[in-house]
């Protein structure tokens, strides 16, 4: 051959070897990803074994769709449908996961080429399934709470625990000559160190208050703030104010946000997601084995709170809620009605009676369906109580209490669930093997069963009857309180070994994800963490155990000691609370509520108006959530007894002859509109009404009442009946306060800040956070996209982006020209091959 032409061969010879190269090493790079994906050559031929569906080509990056898998690929829908791991891990482990899982290809052996190719498509597959979502949702919801929570508070501390307060918190803490980590252990509060900071101990509360709206305000916009150690500082500021917050703090939802918060100590990952290296084999994308066991925790707990509050309804033997016509009571008769309980106080009786059999419905024969193995199922129960609690918010001014439930339901989604993704729902129906046919039509007919025993039982123990000429439905309890009391006593301990069962499952299936890490190391952290998390939520629900079983003394009796033991040990915490909201229906002659009078001259009085509850007949009832005014909370609760059922309230009459602006603020935030803003009255007395909503046709009326009878005696400074109650209930405070230095500058800040946010009430300063994080939101939202474009892991700004490939354009996807990585060449060779 002439000289002239060995270097044209020699380039020819070259080109073919780089060829070989290539294709001997994208062979390569296929064959080894069998650690990975355990689907090997075959499952990226799209043929997937044994069930595990998916493909191995990212989608994306030159792969092929999860349809084009073939019949196998449906074991991810049955699999995850019925929360099976072996059938749904194994489909999402090979990247498929069929319609209902996901379905949205990607692989793990190709997951941190696909991180570093293509960001958005490594989050998206990382979040087709499991909880990853929910937790983060949740984490968010808690975070919000916690904001209401401490700003609601920060504006009352003054009028209820300042100096000059109602009920002063100097006097809750007092050094009773122990050790100091003693101390805090009997009365766990951060405010035992307010003095060496310079401050007492309500300006100490302040400056918890202000700091945990702060916090978690960040938490709820930072994800690198929803760490452990926040919810862990969160969590002790709340506990905190509980320990000096006395009556005013001594609300279940108080409680319930103490539990939920140290729950989200557990859930919150010490890490980020994005910073893990490699996700375990065998779970979904960035999750760890222990994650999903602190989450279940959560579901407990919402199955204990409406269990238990429908239970006690029952329990409690009020006619109302025998008789089904606690509703027509109940919007008049609640604390703190919106302007949509009048209407829905008007509506037909027997829509009233129907709701509450909806509610018995929701509250105790839906939660057990919190463990539901099929999803729909638990799906259905999680809309069930979000309808009862938006209708709830709707006609009622329940603080947070509702949104914090609310937050709850989230342990019943899944990733699946709230990623919606475009194209999840018009998938091409696949054949699927015989086998997984027969459990899907399985887990059909066992949800039906389920909402047809539902349907059953409410037709059947609530005498459901349709009268089709009048247009309504009857309905009527047709078990008496005897036989109720029996059903309770066989079902409540089987519902704690449901938990028990549950609780099991999802530690054999954390223990079966750890067994499919790879690599010694990882393996071993991954085996510290579980043990920790997995003993850390047994022993939470060995606690939970002994409130949750007050709901049935027999059942509380025959629980193992060891659980009473763990319980006592912790109750001071408030790990773990007993539940049961709206016990007795009140009010069923009347609302009743006491009114304030003022005089100078003991024979003209003048009402003293509260901002929010009801007083002013012409006045509508006001919407307030999520803040919650607890002096007219505590002034309702008041009205259901005598004054002598109410100390604080003496407190509440002294402060008023003494004219105490702070006090003043907690019933007019305006102080121009107290009536005796001028000067203090003479003399202060209480009267008892009873309220009843206006009827439809009283133009300008919102309410009609009247008297009862005389709730506090006529008393002025220095009445011998007054100092009487005052020396009886221990609210002479003789002793002095403690030192502290006026000057400081921590003093000086908190004072400085009180006075530019006195002038908000309080509604508006919750309502302008929450305008405010809607407009952070916004722009995070609309900075995204820039963001990602300046990051180092966008594409080079010439170069152009490439179109995904559409799942049945073959020729187009071959014409792409992917990333230069073993897992798009080695699809890129399957497909020439075939």
């Known amino acids: 051959m002439p000289r002239a032409a060995r270097p044209e061969r020699t380039g020819r010879v070259a080109a073919q070897g780089r060829r070989r190269g290539r294709r001997r090493r994208a062979v390569g790079g296929a064959l080894g990803c069998r650690r990975f994906g355990r689907a090997g050559f075959w499952a990226r031929r799209g043929w997937g074994r044994t069930g595990r569906g998916g493909t191995w080509g990212c989608r994306g990056l030159g792969g092929r769709s999860s349809e084009e898998a073939g019949p196998r690929a449906a074991a991810g829908e049955v699999g995850r449908d019925l929360e099976l791991p072996r059938a749904g891990g194994r489909a999402e482990e090979a990247g498929g996961g069929g319609a209902a899982g996901g379905g949205g290809g990607g692989a793990w052996s190709c997951r941190g080429r696909a991180e570093r190719a293509d960001p958005a498509l490594a989050g998206r597959v990382a979040d087709m399934a499991g909880s990853r979502l929910p937790r983060r949702l949740f984490l968010q919801g808690v975070a919000a709470v916690f904001m209401f929570a401490f700003a609601s508070l920060y504006t009352q501390i003054p009028g209820l625990y300042g100096p000059e307060g109602i009920l002063p918190a100097r006097k809750t803490l007092r050094p009773q000559g122990k050790g100091r980590w003693q101390q805090l252990w009997e009365t766990p509060t951060l405010l035992w160190e307010a003095p060496r900071l ?9 400056l918890l208050s202000l700091l945990g709206a702060l916090l978690a305000l960040g938490a709820l916009l930072l994800s690198p703030l929803r760490h452990p150690v926040v919810y862990l500082l969160l969590w002790a500021a709340y506990l905190s104010a509980c320990q000096v917050g006395q009556v005013f703090l001594y609300f279940q939802w108080d409680s319930l946000l103490l539990e939920t918060g140290f729950l989200a100590v557990l859930v919150a990952p010490l890490r980020p997601a994005s910073h893990r290296k490699q996700a375990p084999q065998g779970g979904r994308a960035g999750a760890l084995p222990h994650e999903d066991l602190p989450f279940w925790l959560v579901r407990w707990l919402l199955f204990r709170l409406m269990f238990a509050s429908g239970v006690v309804k029952l329990t409690s ?110 998938r091409k129906k696949t054949t699927t ?213 109410s100390p604080w309230f003496t407190s509440l009459v002294l402060r008023l002859l003494q004219g105490k602006e702070p006090v003043i603020r907690l019933i007019q935030s305006q102080v121009a509109r107290y009536p005796f803003h001028k000067q203090p009255p003479t003399y202060v007395r209480a009267q008892r009404y009873k309220y009843w909503f206006s009827q439809p046709g009283e133009q300008g009326q919102w309410w009609r009442r009247q008297w009862v009878e005389e709730f506090f005696p006529p008393v002025s400074l220095g009445d011998p009946t007054l100092e009487t109650l005052l020396r009886q209930f221990g609210l002479q405070d003789k002793s002095p306060p403690r030192a502290r230095s006026a000057n400081s500058t921590l003093a000086q800040a908190l004072h400085w800040t009180r006075t530019q ?78």
Request: charged share 15%; hydrophobic share 45%; aromatic share 12%.
């Open 198 to 206: 310079g401050l007492d101990t309500a300006q100490g509360l302040e």
């Open 757 to 834: 946010l006195s002038p908000l009430e309080a509604p508006a300063l919750l309502w302008g956070l929450l305008v405010a994080i809607g407009a952070v939101r916004v722009v995070q939202a609309l900075l995204a996209p820039w963001s990602l474009r300046s990051s180092p892991l966008a594409p080079a700004s010439g170069e152009k982006r490439r179109p995904a490939p559409h799942k049945d354009s073959g020729a187009a996807s071959e014409q792409a020209t992917p990333a230069p990585n073993p897992c798009t060449s080695s699809s890129r060779t399957a497909r020439r091959k075939k």
């Open 317 to 426: 033997r009020c006619p109302a809620w025998w008789g089904l016509t606690a509703l027509t009571y109940h919007y008049e008769t609640q604390c703190l009605p919106t302007p949509a309980a009048w209407f829905a106080h008007h509506l037909p009786v027997w829509l009233h009676k129907l709701s509450v059999v909806a509610t018995f419905l929701i509250e105790i024969a839906v939660p057990p369906l919190f463990f539901a193995p099929i999803r729909r199922l638990r799906l259905a129960a999680f809309y069930s109580q979000v309808l009862l609690q938006v209708l709830i918010i709707i006609t009622g001014n329940y603080n947070f209490f509702n949104l914090m439930t609310l937050v709850l339901t989230t342990a019943l989604l899944d990733d699946q669930h709230l990623a919606a993704e475009p194209g999840h729902g018009s």
């Open 433 to 645: 093997s015989w086998p997984k046919a027969l459990l899907a039509t399985l887990s059909l007919l066992l949800e039906l069963a389920v909402y047809g025993l539902l349907a059953y039982g409410t037709v059947h123990y609530f005498g459901l009857e349709v009268d089709w000429q009048q247009r309504t439905i009857h309905s009527r309890t047709t078990f008496t309180f005897h036989q109720f009391s029996q059903w309770l006593k066989t079902l409540t301990l089987p519902t704690v070994w449901l938990g028990v069962a549950s609780l099991a499952w999802e530690l054999l299936s954390a223990l079966w994800r750890w067994t499919q890490v790879r690599g010694w190391l990882r393996k071993f952290s991954a085996a510290v963490k579980l043990s920790l998390v997995s003993t850390a939520t047994v022993a939470l629900f060995l606690i939970s155990l002994v409130p949750y079983s007050y709901v049935e003394p027999g059942t509380h009796g025959r629980l193992w000691t060891g659980a009473h033991r763990l319980f006592g040990a912790v109750e001071h915490l408030q790990l773990a609370n007993s539940y049961g909201l709206f016990r007795r229906m009140t009010g069923l002659g009347g609302r009743p509520e006491v009114v304030l009078e003022g005089s100078y001259d003991g024979h003209h009085w003048t009402e003293i108006e509260f901002m929010y509850k009801p007083g002013n007949l012409s006045r509508p009832p006001p919407v307030v959530v999520p803040h919650q005014p607890r002096l007219d909370w505590q002034m309702w609760f008041a009205a259901l007894g005598p004054h002598t059922h």
